[in-house]
């Protein structure tokens, strides 16, 4: 890296976020499970498929409309396990508290988290808790840890995905990080777009039985729908055509976009999954997923292609078309 600093820019799940991955992280420790950059390990363990996953959380503000630090926490992880084909089952948490801390504030979140594994139908079953001095943190951060069974069936990989593939939504898109945006800015709460901060796995469970036409899902956090696509389809001999028309953006969110001259594209969600999946099973997958509270917006809205080879191409709804590229940027630090 010619970077002499960490930016910003570095978290954000853009091209700073991928260069440092690649040339800091994967140069050391890419060779084994790590090279793919899953978000979850598949890992053997006495003869038995698990998979296992962490992940650092940092948002600020704590609390925001639609969720806090703790409840996102848990459905991070668990999401992580879900799109990896897993059965989540096993919480790890770790909380830095900075001194001044109200201890309220550390019950509300407390609180989130056991409510959230609750209806995850998770276990904490270890953890650690650490004080640093006042001005440190920014009150919590928290590390959670998550271990699933691999559900059978499953075989997830980039290199299986094919032209003619359907790439599927299971709802609105850029809901949390617009929350977020909404929180910082002073937004009344009631006006505000509300993040779609919620665990996935029912939605990977309920169409296990089309688990063999599943090419590979991902849930589109830092970076948004656009930085998964081009995730997938990058050094590719396909490309991938998404449909402006057909995409799920809820009115809060995209008022607030169009007020903010921000591409919903490129913003978080926490509680939404993408799927490729082989055209013969899409009809099925989006009909079981209708079926379930976390799955009522979903929606087909693209296809794989062999043409333009590496490259997202959106459409729009006026007949023209454009490259959806990485952001290169921090658009919002600190979403999660």
């Known amino acids: 890296m010619s970077e002499e600093q960490i930016l910003l820019a570095h978290g954000g799940g853009g091209r700073l976020s991928q260069r440092l991955i690649a040339e800091e992280i994967l140069s050391r420790f890419g ?15 006495s003869g038995r498929n698990v998979c296992f996953t962490t992940d650092g959380f940092v948002v600020q503000p704590l609390f925001f409309p639609g969720g806090c630090i703790g409840d996102l926490a ?3 992880t668990v999401n992580d396990l879900a799109v990896s ?3 989540p089952r096993w919480l790890s948490l770790a ?6 801390l109200p201890v309220m504030t550390l019950r509300r979140v407390l609180d989130a988290i056991r409510l959230a594994a609750d209806h995850a139908d998770v276990a904490v079953v270890t953890g650690d808790t650490k004080v640093v001095k006042r001005g440190q943190c920014d009150g919590i951060y928290i590390t959670t840890s998550g271990i699933g069974a691999a559900l059978p069936g499953f075989s997830l990989s980039i290199a299986q995905i094919q032209p003619g593939d359907k790439v599927l939504v299971s709802g ?32 990977v469970e309920g169409m296990a039985e089309l688990a063999a036409g599943v090419r590979f899902m991902r849930d589109p956090t830092r970076g948004g729908l656009a930085t998964i696509l081009n995730e997938m389809t990058a050094g590719q001999r ?4 998404i449909r402006a028309r057909d995409l799920p953006f809820s009115p809060a969110a ?24 082989a055209a013969s099973v899409a009809d099925g997958i989006l009909d ?3 079926t379930l509270p976390e799955g009522r917006d979903a929606r087909e809205v693209g296809i794989v292609t062999g043409e333009h080879g590496g490259r997202v191409i959106l459409e729009s709804a006026i007949a023209g078309e454009r490259v959806v590229d990485v952001p290169s940027g921090e658009l919002l630090p600190r979403i999660c």
């Open 31 to 45: 060779s084994g499970p790590l090279a793919t950059l899953p978000d979850a390990a598949s890992l053997q363990l």
């Open 74 to 76: 848990v459905h991070g």
């Open 85 to 87: 084909g897993a059965r």
């Open 95 to 100: 909380m830095i508290l900075e001194e001044g």
């Open 172 to 203: 609105c898109l850029g809901d949390h990080g617009a929350a977020i945006l909404a929180a910082r800015e002073g937004f009344p709460a009631e006006h505000s777009p509300k993040s779609d901060s919620r665990p996935l796995h029912r939605l």
């Open 238 to 241: 396909f490309g991938m055509r």
């Open 254 to 277: 995209s008022a607030l976009a169009e007020m903010m001259g921000l591409d919903l594209l490129h913003v978080a969600s926490e509680g939404c999954l993408v799927l490729v999946c």
């Open 288 to 290: 079981i997923w209708h």
